[in-house]
Nanobody
Framework: QVQLVESGGGLVQAGGSLRLSCIASGRTQGIDAMAWFRQPPGKSRNLVARIKWHNGRTNYANSVKDRFSITADYANNTIYLHMYNLKPEDTALYFC??????????????WGQGTQVTVSS
């Protein structure tokens, strides 16, 4: 398994920015893709952004496209989520995940504990 540790969450005012980090350890050689999910209070967990490990292709939820950016530091098994122009609706518990993604399916086997992002209006 891959162990994932997120950091960087906190309190920020609307319009502000924040950077989340996720460090992977363990069986990192098997990582195909890593992603950020979020779960707002009282709502379900949804994909925010994803990056393919080997080619760097990215994918974003429509709600964050053009405001968030996912990047990877492959040498250090770390991904980041750069968040700009944050909105109150971005408030959620953000999770880092690792797994496999193809055109036919997505499977995330390993998850971090989450880091809270709270955006005030």
């Amino acid at each position: 398994q891959v162990q994932l540790v997120e950091s960087g969450g906190g309190l920020v005012q609307a319009g502000g920015s924040l950077r989340l980090s996720c460090i992977a350890s363990g069986r990192t050689q098997g990582i195909d893709a890593m992603a950020w999910f979020r779960q707002p209070p009282g709502k379900s967990r949804n994909l925010v952004a994803r990056i393919k490990w080997h080619n760097g292709r990215t994918n974003y939820a429509n709600s964050v496209k053009d405001r968030f950016s996912i990047t990877a530091d492959y040498a250090n098994n770390t991904i980041y989520l750069h968040m700009y122009n944050l909105k109150p609706e971005d408030t959620a518990l953000y999770f880092c995940a690792a797994g496999r993604v193809t055109q036919k399916f997505a499977e995330y086997d390993d998850w971090g504990q989450g880091t809270q992002v709270t955006v005030s209006s």
